[in-house]
């Protein structure tokens, strides 16, 4: 899907950081380089990365994620959320995300599902789902931070407050 994704298609994700998403494997490289080659082609990219706050000076330091703060191009948008803070601000929209996904456009999504051995999970292309995903989506988004040197200035331990 990333391959075929052309100029003026919209990926949309939420991560959620677990230990199989992110690692620097050769599956995790690629999937990199391909998100990193579609917004070359134009497409839009929009990642939330939802992150545990004892994680966060691991997840600053993260190759992909450093790919996503340091590429400085318009259609590349990411966002941060810190868990413990969307727990205590609305819990069930933290349920509702799940183990996270990915879709495109508005017409197919990869929902994750972690077991002990990595993600698995499933294909949609049901219209409805994909609308509620979405919703979820932008829902978690206005809880997040734009994910540049000024949101990792909120993240580090010692700042509670969002400015």
């Known amino acids: 899907m990333l391959e075929q994704a052309n100029a003026g298609s919209h990926i949309w994700a939420i991560s959620l950081m677990l230990?199989?998403?992110w690692n620097e494997s050769p599956y995790e490289e690629?999937?990199?380089a391909l998100n990193l080659d579609a917004v070359g082609k134009g497409v839009e990219v929009q990642?939330?990365?939802v992150v545990e706050k004892d994680k966060v000076p691991q997840f600053l330091t993260n190759k992909g994620v450093r790919a996503h703060i340091d590429n400085k191009v318009d259609n590349l948008k990411a966002f941060v959320i810190?868990?413990?803070?969307?727990k205590e601000s609305d819990p069930d929209l933290?349920?509702?995300i799940g183990?996270?996904?990915i879709a495109f456009d508005d017409r197919v999504a990869l929902?994750?599902?972690?077991?002990?051995s990595g993600i698995r999970g499933y294909v949609t292309m049901n219209a409805v789902e994909i609308a509620q995903l979405?919703?979820?989506?932008?829902?978690l988004k206005i809880h997040g931070w734009r994910l540049d040197e000024e949101a990792i200035k909120h993240l580090e331990p010692a700042s509670e407050a969002r400015s």
């Open 19 to 21: 230990d199989c998403e």
């Open 30 to 32: 690629r999937f990199l």
């Open 111 to 116: 929902v994750d599902k972690s077991s002990g």
């Open 94 to 96: 933290l349920t509702e």
């Open 99 to 101: 183990d996270g996904f």
């Open 47 to 49: 990642r939330l990365f």
């Open 134 to 139: 979405k919703k979820i989506f932008e829902q």
């Open 82 to 86: 810190v868990k413990e803070r969307l």
